[in-house]
């Protein structure tokens, strides 16, 4: 089985161009199939997700040629099942969009229930309370979610819960349905904003993505588009705390600063210094950090996915910090695995309380999801001694190449595959 292998105590330094933001990707490469003209799609994350959507694309008849490692061309006109059920699409999130996006095309669809990262109960009523207000008829039965309309009408929905998943998911349902949208308390996440601008670069009719009311109104058919995805908010993210946890200086290129915002204020209450220019941000963490308190809110608040990054950073902060994860319900699942490098943290329902350290030690330990998996790896930079992070499988869920990344800034990590590749990492590195 896959693992990092991580010396920690180099401080990070130089570089690192970010990819294209998953999460956008996995809304934008479903949307695609909407349109029987063909689409190319630059800036997809070469990640297992996407990939892992783009194999289920293929299973029904959607041909999909890859121009480089991060160019897709797709083409649509020839789907010839409705049904999505492979054992794969179901370890995915964004298997549901594939359900907005048929179901918008072809008034019918038939896909497995999500999986996703496993950190709380993500339930998907909201989605099928969209699809039913538009005039859909929605059961799950056999693991499947099966959806079916006449015709689609438009609606107004209220979204009870601030919901990507949801708002994304309505947003492809309704952008070829008769008549008028309206998403009520929608999420205003920079990939809810970036599906609504690709729908319109393929001739949709949405305004509003980035507030809280998106308005829609149905046009008859979507043609083709070329549309380049957003650069990742959170792979961004995580490369300015692998800064503020090593005392490294470390420029994140290719960015949009102004996603970043909450994430840059937090780390400038800790302690780092943040520069901020047209497409990069530069974090240099020169003093002994301190502590703070964060809440995870939808955006623009402190997201959910940086959670666990920021934890790792908190426990090596002078004092107490408190942090609350308003999102979800189960997603300290990793800070058992903090607490062997020797943090001190004490979860209490959706609340960490965390005394900083002064050091973390490392040791052998299991990525539970994504970011928390990533998160793992952060706190192995910073410790003292060799980290070994398993199941490395969900990291690469969503971070494309990160241990090379993080070894171009001189980290000491290597990925192996082996008990005797381990052995060979911890002589190399003494
Ligand atoms: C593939 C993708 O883009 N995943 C992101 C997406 O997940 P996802 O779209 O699953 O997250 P949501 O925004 O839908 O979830 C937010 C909250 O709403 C609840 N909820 C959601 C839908 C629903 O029908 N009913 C309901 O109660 C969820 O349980 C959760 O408590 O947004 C999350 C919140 O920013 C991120 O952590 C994920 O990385
Ligand atoms: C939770 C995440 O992804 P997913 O919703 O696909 O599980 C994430 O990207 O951090």
Do not use: W
């Not at 490469?29 to 003209?37: G, K, N, P, R, S």
């Not at 699409?89 to 072809?106: E, N, P, T």
């Not at 961004?236 to 200086?249: L, N």
């Not at 300290?332 to 943090?343: C, Q, S």
């Amino acid at each position: 089985m896959e693992q990092y292998a991580i010396k920690g105590g180099n401080p990070l330094v130089g570089e690192v161009e970010i990819g294209g933001a998953k999460n956008a990707a996995l809304a934008i490469l479903a949307a695609a199939i909407m349109t029987d003209e063909t689409v190319v799609i630059e800036n997809v994350p070469d990640v297992r997700d996407t990939n892992v959507l783009i194999q289920a694309m293929e299973s029904i008849g959607v041909i999909v040629n890859r121009i480089d490692r991060h160019t897709v061309k797709i083409n649509a006109s020839h789907i010839h099942n409705l049904v999505i059920e492979d054992d794969f699409i179901k370890k995915i999130r964004a298997s549901y969009y594939l359900l907005g996006a048929l179901l918008g095309k072809y008034k019918k669809a038939e896909v497995a229930l999500p999986g996703g990262c496993n950190i709380g109960l993500r339930p998907i009523d909201q989605h099928i309370k969209g699809f039913r207000a538009l005039g859909a008829d929605v059961r799950i039965e056999h693991g499947l979610i099966i959806t079916d309309a006449e015709d689609l009408r438009g609606s107004n929905i209220y979204l009870d819960v601030v919901s990507v998943g949801a708002t994304i998911n309505v947003m492809m349902a309704a952008v070829m349905a008769e008549g008028k949208t309206t998403i009520e308390n929608a999420a205003k996440e920079p990939h809810v904003v970036d599906l609504a601008n690709f729908l319109n670069s393929m001739g949709a009719d949405v305004k509003g993505a980035g507030t809280d009311v998106i308005r829609i109104k149905g046009v008859p058919k979507l043609h083709g588009s070329e549309y380049t995805i957003i650069p990742d908010q959170i792979e961004a993210g995580t490369f300015m705390f692998a800064a503020a946890v090593t005392r490294g200086d470390v420029t994140v290129k290719n960015v949009i600063p102004k996603h970043l915002e909450s994430i840059s204020s937090k780390l400038l209450e800790i302690g780092c210094e943040v520069e901020e220019s047209d497409d990069a941000v530069r974090v240099v963490s020169a003093k002994a950090l301190t502590h703070t308190h964060v809440k995870t809110l939808p955006y623009p608040g402190f997201p959910t996915d940086m959670q666990p990054q920021i934890v790792v950073a908190l426990g090596l902060s002078a004092g107490t910090s408190i942090v609350t994860e308003s999102i979800f319900e189960n997603r300290f699942k990793y800070v058992d695995e903090l607490t062997r490098m020797g943090a001190n943290i004490k979860v209490e329902g959706n609340t960490a309380i965390i005394d900083g350290v002064e050091r973390y030690t490392g040791a052998s330990i299991s990525a539970p999801d994504l970011r928390a998996g990533a998160s793992l790896v952060l706190a192995g930079l910073a410790a003292e001694g060799v980290t070994v992070v398993d199941d490395i499988r969900f990291i690469e869920r969503g971070y494309e190449d990160f241990h090379l990344k993080l070894k171009a800034l001189g980290a000491q990590i290597d990925k192996v595959n082996t008990e005797r590749e381990l052995q060979k990492f911890k002589l190399k590195v003494g």
